[in-house]
């Protein structure tokens, strides 16, 4: 797939602190909410549908963010999401969140499958594992 898919946040005042930037714990927030993003927009179902009406939970086992210029209310947020890595049982993506076109953040996040009613791990649907094959990129392309 060669198409970029991008999540719009607006950013405003009461994601900031005192020194007139956004909040550390806000950037995980816009980044989670872009990945839900993704799934509602490209597969047609976010996570609450997933886990209610799909039976299929995908809780994180793995967050890491690189932070590289400050986030401001100033311009949206551009969060550009892909996934990187599908295992039989986990997901892992990239969210690379930009200002006025600066790179502010990048993130790399893995959730594994799970049945929810047993929290267990499980596979994947094959129409899940499909739809994310056609998005799958390496890091940085």
């Not at 909040?23 to 995980?28: D, F, K």
């Not at 969140?97 to 094959?126: H, M, S, W, Y």
Request: aromatic residues 12%; contains cysteine.
């Amino acid at each position: 797939m060669t198409d970029t898919y991008t999540h719009e946040i607006r950013v405003t005042w009461g994601d900031c602190d005192p020194a007139q930037i956004v909040y550390t714990a806000r950037i995980p927030w816009f980044a989670l909410d872009a990945i839900n993003a993704w799934w509602q927009d490209t597969l047609g179902d976010g996570w609450f549908q997933m886990e209610l009406d799909r039976n299929i939970g995908t809780p994180f086992v793995s967050m890491a963010l690189d932070f590289l210029h400050p986030i401001t209310p100033r311009h949206r947020l551009i969060c550009e999401v892909y996934p990187t890595r599908l295992g039989q049982t986990s997901i892992s993506f990239a969210v690379n969140g930009r200002q006025d076109g600066v790179l502010c953040f990048e993130g790399r996040f893995t959730n594994v499958f799970v049945d929810p009613k047993a929290f267990k791990k499980t596979i994947p649907p094959e129409d899940i594992r499909s739809h994310v094959q056609k998005y799958l990129r390496a890091e940085g392309t």
